[in-house]
C-alpha cells in the first residue's frame, strides 16, 4: 500500500511520506524514486534498490557508515 504522495512545486517536487521523513527533489536532477514497503526514497545510487545509505528509517550513524564504506580516498 503506498504511503506517500507528491507535492509540485515550481522546479522542485517534495514527497510527503505518511509517518515518515519527507523528501524534496528536482525532476530534473536525475534522481529516481524508489518505493519500499509503501515509502518513497531517493535512489542516489542509481543501482534500482535501496541502499542502507538511502533509507531514512535507518539511524544516522548507520547511514553513514554504509556510505562511507561505499567511498574510496583514491586522488
Known sequence: MK????????GYNIILNEGGQNIAYSPDSG?????EDGY??????????LE?????????EERAKDL?????IEL
Open 3 to 10: 504511503k506517500w504522495k507528491v507535492i509540485k512545486k515550481q
Open 31 to 35: 534522481i529516481k524514486i524508489i518505493e
Open 40 to 49: 518513497a526514497f531517493k535512489n542516489l545510487s542509481k543501482s534500482g534498490q
Open 52 to 60: 542502507k545509505y538511502e533509507d531514512w528509517r535507518l539511524p544516522v
Open 68 to 72: 562511507a564504506s561505499k567511498m574510496s
